[in-house]
């Protein structure tokens, strides 16, 4: 077995740290050499669940690289802080995974990017529903042809609010989120809340990927903020192509959570081609088809999952080993094609007009 590599967990503001600390945990090539963050209580569970010793954590992430010097950083900070977070890691020169969304605006994105290129090492973006097993088979199908030339990308995605799970997707009484709402970063504008910043970025970035890396022309978005919040809780983005309007539609507050049963619009894509339409939908073993010549619609089975594509650690340990390049959607240069559509639709939202994609 090859050296192992060392993975350090810093910052625990989004619950998706014990997920992927988890995958590490699991992984027989990787060792988990630290955990930081400011509160030492948001890592007792993840300490306990992964036997780290309390040697091991850290409420100081310049220490804990320092002490543990990792291969690789798992960041899941609050979105408005991914900026500041990639530039004071990355002169320690590991590879930084950086939880989904990529940044909260454009200019930490590029922040981003040039810290990484100068440093040199590799940076990804995680996109959770880039590893559903329904959304990569779509694009292979895409890929192979299946449905001709991408004409419209059509998204609705979301959950019943961020506080009403954590890791684990454990579920988190209704009561119990409501008076986390006020003290949490995901209700906050300055920190990156709000439902755009939370599910935009997976539809217009996944969106990107089966447009083959094409940019939009223009975007329009309207948001429901409502009375009291600081941010929205529902938003539709449409974006303009040269082949035609896609649409992108985040929500906090479905029916049901996705995940443990499709809500009413279903959680997913349906992708429109010049040959043919998909309809794939998150967590289902089937994505269902039409092609010129079978066109009603069929069922055809979701590729299994193998390695290195079995989930994100996996992944990514593998690109580190083989010095392979980052593709797809956790691609920074991908990612920021989302960022562009992202923050063009928040301007187009606060103003009230169509805006062209800013660059």
Known sequence: MSKPIKIAGVSFDHMHMGDLLRMAHEHPEVEIVGIADEDPQTMVAAAKRFQIPESAIFTDYHACMEATKPDLVIICAATGKHGDYVEQLAPYGAHLHVEKPMASSLADADRMIRAVEKYGQKMIVNWPLAWYPPHRTTYRLISEGHIGDVLEVHYYDGNRGPLRHIAG?????????????????????????????????????????????????DVTCVELTPEGMEVDEHTITVARYDCGLSKFETRWGTFTDPWVLQPQPKCGFVVVGTEGTISSYDSENVIRVQTRANTETHEI?????????????????????????????????????GQQIADTAQISAAEKRTVPLIK
Do not use: C
């Open 169 to 217: 997707k454990e579920e988190v009484p209704a009561e119990e989120a409501e008076k986390l709402k006020a003290e949490s970063w995901w209700y906050r504008k300055d920190s990156g809340g709000g439902s755009l910043n939370d599910y935009l970025g997976y539809g217009v970035t996944l969106g990107t990927w089966y447009h083959g890396g094409k940019a939009p022309i």
């Open 301 to 337: 089975p979701v590729d299994p999952m193998i390695p290195p594509f079995e989930n994100v650690v996996q992944y990514f340990v593998h690109i580190i080993q083989t010095n392979g390049e980052v593709t797809g959607p956790l691609m920074p240069a991908m990612s920021r094609v």
